[in-house]
């Protein structure tokens, strides 16, 4: 099964940024969808950004415009650049894939954590 490896994150402040990397053990063409979830203490997980396979992204709102998703298929990876920064941001930003065929994000990261100070 492929696995994914987060990472790029760490201690930021404010109006900082930060990219994360996921990166793939197999093709990436193997997944419908690519995703980044964050989790922060005493919230639920919420889904961040997602890219399909054909390249297109959507966003939480809360982060649009200062979050980009992109994905490099030579390398079997995607990004998440985070600009402008906030400390509602920090959480432990997870990557995702859902698999062609699958309802759901069956292939998880270990998680990197994403601390913005104020």
């Known amino acids: 099964q492929v696995q994914l490896v987060e990472s790029g994150g760490g201690l930021v402040q404010a109006g900082g940024s930060l990219r994360l990397s996921c990166a793939a053990s197999g093709s990436i063409f193997s997944f419908n969808v690519m995703a980044w979830h964050r989790q922060a203490p005493g919230k639920q997980r919420e889904l961040v950004a997602l890219i399909a396979r054909g390249g297109a992204t959507n966003y939480e709102d809360s982060v649009k415009g200062r979050f980009t998703m992109s994905r490099d298929n030579a390398k079997n990876t995607v990004y998440l650049q985070m600009n402008s920064l906030k400390p509602e941001d920090t959480a432990v930003y997870s990557c995702?894939?859902?698999?062609?065929?699958?309802?759901?994000?069956?292939?998880w990261g270990q998680g990197t954590q994403v601390t913005v100070s104020s």
């Open positions: 995702a894939a859902r698999p062609i065929g699958s309802v759901d994000y069956t292939v």
